[in-house]
């Protein structure tokens, strides 16, 4: 799971660091030592191949080549004490791709809940005006902002789809990608979405990353979305009609999430609208922010997107 390179670069960038932080006065060795005890728990973390079944027989991956499973424990240590996000128990694991080390600027996963809310009809999959949709999200990410600055977030603007939302309805697998610029930020953030269709919900998948990385990210797509599927009984064509809840959303409030479903917008353009809805920040906070939070008292800035579902997560 390392990446030499990437590592003496970070090594780099820490020893630069450290002669700063000694002209200020500032401790570095205990900068170091964060640093050092952050890569030896990385090692002792429990890579898995093969097939990893998740949830209560809910669904398996085939853990793709190139790529390791990490178990819900495992993985909250990747998202909150090392990336800096709020811990969750929906979280049921990460996908880590072995190229790359997750202390790396270009780290990144994917990350598994689930959302028992209901089956999602996808009868509006083709009648969706994504460029419409689009346009309602972007005044809404600037409606958000003065809670979200009230509330300690970084101000945020959707900048487009980095990739159009697309629905497979014959694997009932739907993926899209937004771009996101984070306050004063000079690289913009890769949100990639996908979402999984079954029986009495929806499996998500999310991932977040630079845009830089996107190149990245887009080749591995094919084989991340394919290494997943729902188990028997859960599967989409297993909804039985007298028994199973149906969601109060489509297609397109799976693409909208929260920042609409409480807004009225989405009755307006003729999707059907969510009543109730979690939300869960999943951004990255990064390894050096966290850092200097702790050894400087500076608080680290979160970044939520608004639009990751989970169950209650």
């Not at 890569?39 to 793709?64: E, R």
């Not at 499996?203 to 394919?226: A, Y």
Request: proline share 3%; net charge neutral; glycine share 10%.
């Amino acid at each position: 799971m390392k990446n030499n390179l990437a590592l003496t670069a970070i090594f780099t960038g820490l020893c630069l660091w450290g002669s700063a932080a000694n002209s200020k006065g500032v401790d570095s060795a205990a900068l170091y030592a964060a640093f050092n005890s952050r890569d030896s728990m990385l090692n002792s973390l429990d890579y898995k191949t093969g097939k990893i079944p998740i949830g209560d027989n809910l669904a398996t991956i085939t853990v793709p080549e190139g790529f390791a499973f990490l178990n819900a424990k495992d993985a909250q240590f990747i998202l909150s004490d090392l990336w800096g996000n709020p811990k969750s128990s929906d979280i049921l694991g990460i996908l880590v791709p072995g190229d790359v080390s997750m202390l790396d600027a270009n780290g990144w996963a994917i990350v598994y809940s689930y959302d028992p809310s209901g089956h999602v009809m996808d009868d509006d999959a083709g009648k969706t005006n994504y460029d419409d949709l689009l346009e309602e999200m972007k005044k809404q990410f600037v409606a958000a902002n003065p809670e979200r600055i009230k509330s300690d977030y970084k101000p945020i603007e959707l900048i487009g789809w980095a990739k159009k939302p697309f629905y497979d309805k014959s694997s009932h697998k739907l993926h899209w990608a937004k771009e996101i610029k984070f306050d004063k930020d000079s690289a913009n953030t890769l949100n990639y979405n996908i979402r999984m269709l079954g029986r009495k919900g929806v499996l998500v998948m999310n991932i977040v990353s630079g845009m830089g990385n996107i190149s990245t990210v887009e080749s591995n797509m094919d084989k991340v979305i394919s290494s997943t599927d729902f188990n028997s009984g859960n599967r989409y064509d297993d909804f039985n009609t007298d028994v199973d809840k149906v969601a109060e959303y489509g297609i397109g409030g799976l693409v909208a999430g929260g920042i609409l479903l409480k807004t009225g917008i989405l009755a307006k353009i003729g999707l059907m609208l969510l009543k109730t809805w979690k939300l869960i920040a999943l951004g990255v906070a990064s390894f050096f922010g966290l850092l200097r939070k702790k050894l400087f008292g500076k608080k680290t800035d979160k970044a939520d997107t608004g639009d990751s579902q989970t169950p209650a997560s």
